[in-house]
């Protein structure tokens, strides 16, 4: 899979703009007349021409006929052949037409993984220090960290399981990992050359951070660059928990709307009422800094009382609870923030308060959130994580007063890709004995 397949094309912008709009690949070299597109370990390469050459196919390397499926969502597919198998590889070819009548041919290399098959080399190299990547990261972020590195890489879409990262750590120097990696005790056994365990998250409850400093391993995260996305995602569940965009939105593609009504889809108004912060952090504070706009008073909790440039007030968790009407938590998951909000504390809450949780799913007691959630005595609730993720109960996919989101707190292409190279850039300075720019330990 080396190398760069090139093709010329007649239509080098609508080329351009499907790769990177619809499937998602990087552009690795822009030279006007030639792009270059890749993803994982395949390159594609167009060139303008007067002619296109037909006799290729394009090809595409896929983890899964889901991951196929997903990013055709634009086409109708005409037909799809019986795959041809070859030790490696099923191979499919597909024919589809997009919304403007073209029809197009694509061939699929879908590998035939097994389970145990989820680590691979991305680019052998026996004299840069191993990486360990649980899994990939945006394009230009794989640029650096092969750069670096020799990579092994998950390459399959889910979480490695505890055996793998356990294999693949065995002659790790540094690992990236998410924040569904549980690195515990045992996982750091499997690991004895590891001298970084870089968290691609600002939060690190997924760390045993004892194990990692009784081992001189350091550990880094990434803070600050995910602070306003975040941000505006908590905006964004306050104001749809608010005024019920999600259930008004199934509703009306449903085709119920049949004219205004005085009384459909009654919400709260959100400017000019209370908003309470848990945690007056950087996020914390890029949320309450966004509600001076509609004229909110700001009500928060932290160990201390801060100096903060807008009007805000510092009140114990329990008399906040009391009085905000809006509550966003905005503090890491410990030993002493679990359960934080269990049911003595959600009692407190006024009636038809809106909880926002973009922080910690175990931070709230979920059952007992759901049960007042379901008799109404809080209006609403909006949550970016759950206790158990990635499981959610039924119980609570099955409310019209929430707006379930799939951990997305910092998912813009932005941020990500900031975080990305934050976190390549933890593990190099700690590879080089270098200062990280964002170690704990
Ligand atoms: C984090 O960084 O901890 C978020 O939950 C994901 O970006």
Known sequence: MAGIIFFKTTHLKL??????????????????????????NLRLGFCAAEQAETSGTITFYYSSIAEVDKAYTRFTRIATSQPKQNPDFNIYHFWGQDPEGRILEFQHFLPRYQDDQALKILNPDEHKPR???????????????????????????????KAELMQGISDAEALICLLGDTISTDVLEAAPNLKVISNYAVGYN????????????????????????????????????????????????????????????????????????????????????????????????????????????????????????????????????????????????????????????????????????????????????????????????ELDNVVLLPHIGSASIETRTKMGYLAAANAIAIIRNEAAPARIV
């Open 15 to 40: 080329i351009s703009d499907f790769y990177q709009q619809y499937l998602g690949m990087g552009l690795w070299l822009d030279q006007g007349q030639c792009k270059i597109f890749e993803s994982g």
């Open 131 to 161: 990486l360990l990547l649980t899994m990939f990261l945006p394009e230009p972020v794989m640029q650096v960290l092969k750069k670096d590195f020799c990579v092994k890489a998950n390459i399959l879409d889910r979480l490695l399981s």
């Open 206 to 397: 997924n760390i045993d951070l004892e194990a990692a400093k009784s081992r001189n391993i350091a550990v880094c995260n990434t803070p600050g660059v995910l602070t306003e996305s975040t941000a505006d995602l908590t905006w964004t569940l306050i104001m749809a928990t608010a005024r019920r965009i999600v259930a008004s939105d199934i509703f009306t593609r449903e085709g119920h709307f049949t004219g205004w009504k005085p009384l459909l889809f009654l919400g709260k108004d959100v400017h000019e009422r209370k908003l309470g912060i848990i945690g007056m952090g950087r996020i914390g504070q890029a949320v309450a800094r966004r509600a001076t706009g509609f004229d909110m008073k700001v009500l928060y909790t932290s160990p201390q009382p801060k100096e903060l440039p807008f009007a805000a007030e510092h009140l114990p968790l329990d008399d906040l609870l009391r009085e905000a009407d809006i509550i966003s938590l905005h503090l890491p998951l410990t030993n002493d923030t679990w359960h934080l909000l269990g049911a003595r504390e959600l009692d407190l809450l006024k009636p038809g308060a809106i909880l926002i949780n973009t922080a910690r799913g175990a931070i709230v007691d979920e059952a007992e959130l759901i049960t007042r959630l379901r008799d109404q005595r809080i209006f609403a609730a909006g949550f970016d994580v759950y206790e158990h993720e990635p499981d959610i109960p039924q119980e609570l996919r």
